[in-house]
C-alpha cells in the first residue's frame, strides 16, 4: 500500500512506524509542517495500562519511551492550606518533545519517509491508497471534508495556559487556590530529570475578571508565579509557545466529537481521521495522546486482520474506535465540568473534596480506588463516619446513618417508588405487601411505596395506587405496620396526580396507551397530549381544579400520616400534574401561573406548602423534580437550581433529583450513574440534601456517590425489581460481613454465612484468577 500521513504527532508517527513494521512493501511517508526539533507543550501522561498496549505493538519503541518516563504512584492535592495524598496511581510522564524523537528516529530506522516543513494544507495531490488525517485538534481537512465527518466542536467553559517550570514534583499535584475574582486551579507533573509541566486553569469569566485577557504573555506568567508562589517553591514557570503573544496563549478546551471518521474522495482512496483531528479528551484525564496511540494501533490491527480488504478494515476500525473513544470523552466530559465547577466543590470539607477530585470522572470508583490505595480509602471512610455520628472505623459510605428532622436511616440506601399496577380500585393489596415488606427486610435504610394517587382521577392506571378512602388507607396502614414490625427499614410515601399522563393501559398492556374504556377527563397546566395523535387530551385546570387538587392532596397527606408512613414526597416530576406547571414545554398559560419559573412554580409551591402545613412537624418531606427536560425550550440544570431553591425555601428537606419523561421528544445522554451531576449541582449550590437517581447499580457506585458528596442517597430501582435483598447482596459482595447499617433479617440469618462464603470464594478466584497486581486489577475493572 501506498500510505500518507498528514500530521507528524503521536498519532501519524506511530500508525506510520507499525504499518511498515507490519509490511515492509508499504510506501509510508509522514509530513509535517515543522521541523524536526519544534514541538509545543511540555510533557504528556499515560497510564499503565496504556503502556501495556505500546508493548504488545511494538517492544522497541516501548522500551526506548518506558526508559525516558518519569513514574509516580502519589497524587497531591492542595486546599485550603491542607495536603491530602493518595497513592497506587500508576502514571508516567515524558516530555513531548523526547517522545516525538523517539517515533521518529523508529520510522526512519524502519524506512518511513519523514518529510519535515512541509505544510500540507489537506489533501490535494496526494496521491496514495490511504490517507491519514492526523494534522491535530484544528485540521485542515476534518474542516474541508466537514459534510462526511460531521464534526461537532463544544467549546468548554476553562481558560488554561500550558507551562513549564523546574521544580520537580514528587506525585501529581493539583494546587487550588481562591482568589478576590475565583478559582485558578494548577495541574503539574514531572516529565523528565528536570522539568515538570504546569498547567494553570480557570473559568473564562475568572480570567477575564483578573485581567488575565489583558496581559502580555510575560505578565500573564508572572501573575501565575505569584499565586503559585507556595507550590512552585521559588521556581520560575516558563512558556515555550514562542509562536504565541499576549494571552493568545492562553485556550478553551474543544471538545471535538465526529460522527464518521473514513471520508471517501472521488478517485476512491480513503482519507481517516485519527488522533485529535477524530476527537479529543481532556487533559485533565491525560488521553489525548493514549488516543492517538491506541487509534493508531486499532487501525494497523484492522488492515493486517482485513488481509487486504481496505473496506472491511476502515469499517472495524471506527466501529471499535468510536465506542471506546466515547467511554473516554463520557469519563472526560465528567472530569471537565468538574474542573469548571470548582466553586461549587470548594465548599466541601478538604477531605471530601480531595476524594471528590479523585472520583471525577466516575471511571475511578470507590472500591478502585481501594485497590489503589486501601490506606487512603480506610481513613477517609473513618472521617466519613464519624461525621455520619459513629465511632471512627472504617465503614462504607453506604452503610452510615442519615438524619432528617426526627428520622434516623440506618444506611444510604432507598429502594425507588416503582409502579406495579397491581391494585384494584386504588387499593394496595398482598402484592404490595409482598413486595414492599420483601424489600423492607432486604436491608435497604428507606422503601417508597410508589406514586399514589390523591384522587381516582389522579391515577395513571386503572391498576396505580391511591389514598383517598378510608379502604385505601386501612390497606397501606397494614403494609407499613408489617414494615415497622418485621424490619428496621423506614417507609415513604411519594403522592402524585398522573395529569396528562393519567388514565391510561397497565405497562403491560401497551404502556402509556390510551384506555379502550373507563377512562376520565385529564386536567393539566395547560391542554396537551403526551402522546402527539394518540394520547387523550387534557384541558387546562382552572382555578376550582386547583383548590379541588391542593384539597386532595391535603386529605391525602393526613392519611399517610394517620397509615404510620415516616416520609412523605410530593411528585412534581416527570410530567405529572404538577411537573407539568413547571415545564415550559408544557405550560402556555397567560395568567399568573404561567410564564417565568416563578410563575410557573406558584401552583407547585402552593401544595407543597399545603402539606408541609398537616404533615408531622418531626417527618421529612421531600420533592422529586424533573433536573432537565432534554428538550430545547425546556427545563435545563440551571433552572432546576431555582427549582431546588424555590422548594427548599417553602420548607422541603431534601430534593429527590430525577429527569426527563416531561416530553417524548426528549434525547437524554445515558450512562451509568447519568443523572448524578443534577443531584451533585443541587446538593453544593442550594445547600440541601439530595438522592441521587439513575444506572445505580452496585455498592461501589452507591459508596462513590455517597463518599464524594454527590448526594445524600441513592435511590436503586431495576437491581430491586430483580433482587429484594440487593442491599444485604451487594454488602457480602463487598466483604461488609457486620457493622453499622447492616442487619439480616433473623429469619434469614442462616443464609448470610454461606453467601459471605460464596462472595469470598469469587473475590479469591479473581484475585488468584487474574495474575494482576491489585493498581493493574483496578485499572482492568475500570478500563482504564
Not at 225 to 246: C, P, T, W
Amino acid at each position: 500500500m501506498r500510505i500518507t500521513c498528514i500530521g507528524g504527532g503521536p498519532a501519524g508517527l506511530y500508525f506510520a512506524l507499525l504499518m511498515k513494521k507490519q509490511n515492509p512493501a508499504h510506501q509510508v511517508r509522514v509530513l509535517e509542517r515543522n521541523k524536526p526539533g519544534d514541538t509545543f507543550g511540555w510533557g504528556v501522561v499515560f497510564s499503565d495500562q496504556t503502556l501495556a498496549g505500546l508493548r504488545e505493538a511494538d517492544p522497541q519503541t516501548a522500551e526506548e519511551i518506558l526508559t525516558a518516563f518519569n513514574h509516580w504512584d502519589d497524587i497531591d492535592v492542595h486546599i485550603q492550606g491542607r495536603t491530602m495524598r493518595s497513592s497506587g496511581h500508576g502514571f508516567c510522564g515524558i516530555g513531548r518533545k523526547k517522545l516525538l524523537n523517539i517515533l521518529q528516529a523508529r520510522c526512519e530506522q524502519l524506512g518511513v519517509e519523514l518529510v519535515y516543513e512541509h505544510d500540507q494544507p489537506d489533501d490535494e495531490g496526494i496521491e496514495a491508497d490511504l490517507i491519514i488525517a492526523s494534522d491535530g485538534l484544528n485540521s485542515r481537512i476534518r474542516s474541508k471534508y466537514a459534510a462526511t465527518y460531521q464534526p461537532d466542536i463544544d467549546l468548554r467553559q476553562c481558560r488554561f495556559v500550558w507551562l513549564g517550570t523546574e521544580k520537580r514534583f514528587e506525585a501529581f499535584t493539583f494546587d487550588f487556590q481562591k482568589t478576590e475574582w475565583g478559582w485558578f486551579q494548577a495541574h503539574a507533573y514531572q516529565f523528565d530529570g528536570t522539568h515538570s509541566t504546569f498547567i494553570v486553569e480557570t473559568p473564562d469569566s475568572v480570567w477575564q475578571a483578573a485581567g488575565l485577557d489583558r496581559m502580555e504573555k510575560e505578565q500573564g506568567i508572572a501573575f501565575c508565579e505569584q499565586l503559585f508562589a507556595k507550590v512552585l517553591d521559588g521556581h520560575k514557570l516558563i512558556s515555550n509557545a514562542s509562536h504565541l503573544r499576549g494571552s493568545a496563549q492562553w485556550i478553551r478546551f474543544p471538545r471535538v466529537v465526529c460522527r464518521t471518521w473514513v471520508h471517501r474522495r472521488e478517485d476512491g482512496v480513503p482519507v481517516v481521521l485519527m488522533g485529535d483531528a477524530a476527537h479529543t479528551a481532556h487533559f485533565s484525564i491525560g488521553s489525548g495522546t493514549k488516543l492517538a496511540f491506541e487509534d493508531a494501533i486499532a487501525l494497523a490491527r484492522d488492515l493486517g486482520d482485513a488481509q487486504g480488504d481496505l473496506d472491511r478494515a476502515l469499517e472495524a476500525y471506527q466501529a471499535s474506535r468510536s465506542i471506546e473513544v466515547l467511554r473516554i470523552q463520557n469519563a472526560a466530559r465528567n472530569s471537565t465540568e468538574w474542573f469548571e465547577n470548582i466553586e461549587r466543590h470548594a465548599q466541601l470539607p478538604p477531605e471530601q473534596f480531595a476524594y471528590s477530585l479523585l472520583t471525577r470522572s466516575q471511571r475511578i470508583s470507590h472500591e478502585n480506588l481501594r485497590l489503589r490505595d486501601a490506606s487512603y480509602v480506610g481513613s477517609y471512610e473513618a472521617w466519613l463516619a464519624e461525621r455520619a455520628g459513629l465511632p471512627k472505623q472504617a465503614v462504607p459510605p453506604m452503610f452510615t446513618p442519615f438524619r432528617l428532622r426526627d428520622l434516623t436511616l440506618k444506611n444510604r440506601v432507598v429502594v425507588s417508588p416503582m409502579a406495579q399496577y397491581s391494585c384494584e380500585d386504588g387499593v394496595p393489596g398482598d402484592h404490595h405487601l409482598v413486595h414492599l415488606g420483601a424489600r423492607a427486610m432486604g436491608g435497604a435504610g428507606l422503601v417508597f411505596a410508589e406514586m399514589t394517587a390523591p384522587s381516582a382521577d389522579g391515577r395513571i392506571t386503572p391498576g396505580c395506587p391511591g389514598l383517598y378512602t378510608d379502604e385505601q388507607q386501612a390497606a397501606w396502614t397494614r403494609i407499613v405496620r408489617y414494615i415497622h414490625q418485621h424490619s428496621s427499614a423506614k417507609v415513604a410515601m411519594q403522592l402524585g396526580h398522573a395529569g396528562a399522563k393519567g388514565a391510561t393501559r397497565r405497562a403491560w398492556e401497551g404502556i402509556d396507551q390510551p384506555l379502550e374504556q373507563g377512562a376520565w377527563p385529564l386536567v393539566s397546566a395547560s391542554p396537551q397530549q403526551y402522546l402527539d395523535g394518540v394520547s387523550a387530551w387534557s384541558r387546562a385546570m382552572t382555578r376550582e381544579d386547583m383548590d379541588r387538587t391542593r384539597d386532595d392532596f391535603i386529605a391525602a397527606a393526613r392519611r399517610a400520616a394517620a397509615a404510620g408512613f415516616d416520609w412523605l414526597e410530593l411528585h412534581c416530576a416527570h410530567g405529572y400534574l404538577l411537573s407539568s406547571f413547571i415545564s415550559p414545554l408544557t405550560n402556555q398559560r397567560t395568567d399568573d401561573y404561567g410564564g417565568s419559573l416563578q410563575n410557573r412554580l406558584r401552583y407547585p409551591l402552593e401544595v407543597f406548602t399545603a402539606l408541609r402545613e398537616v404533615w408531622p412537624q418531626e417527618r421529612p418531606m421531600s420533592v422529586r423534580i424533573s433536573a432537565h427536560d432534554w428538550v430545547e425550550g425546556g427545563i435545563t440544570p440551571e433552572d432546576a437550581v431555582q427549582v431546588a431553591a424555590a422548594f427548599k425555601a417553602a420548607g422541603a428537606d431534601l430534593i429527590d433529583v430525577s429527569s426527563g419523561q416531561v416530553s417524548k421528544a426528549e434525547k437524554p445522554v445515558y450512562g451509568r450513574m447519568w443523572q448524578t451531576p443534577f443531584s451533585e449541582s443541587i446538593r453544593n449550590r442550594v445547600g440541601i440534601a439530595t438522592i441521587a437517581v439513575g444506572a445505580i447499580s452496585e455498592a461501589d457506585h452507591v459508596n462513590s456517590i455517597i463518599a464524594a458528596g454527590r448526594a445524600d442517597l441513592c435511590a436503586v430501582a431495576r437491581p430491586h425489581l430483580a433482587n429484594p435483598a440487593w442491599t444485604l447482596h451487594e454488602a457480602a459482595k463487598i466483604g461488609y460481613v457486620a457493622g453499622p447499617g447492616l442487619d439480616w433479617p433473623r429469619p434469614y440469618l442462616s443464609g448470610k454465612g454461606q453467601l459471605e462464603k460464596e462472595y469470598e470464594r469469587q473475590r479469591a478466584q479473581a484475585a488468584q484468577g487474574s495474575g494482576l497486581s491489585a493498581l493493574e486489577q483496578a485499572n482492568r475493572a475500570m478500563g482504564v
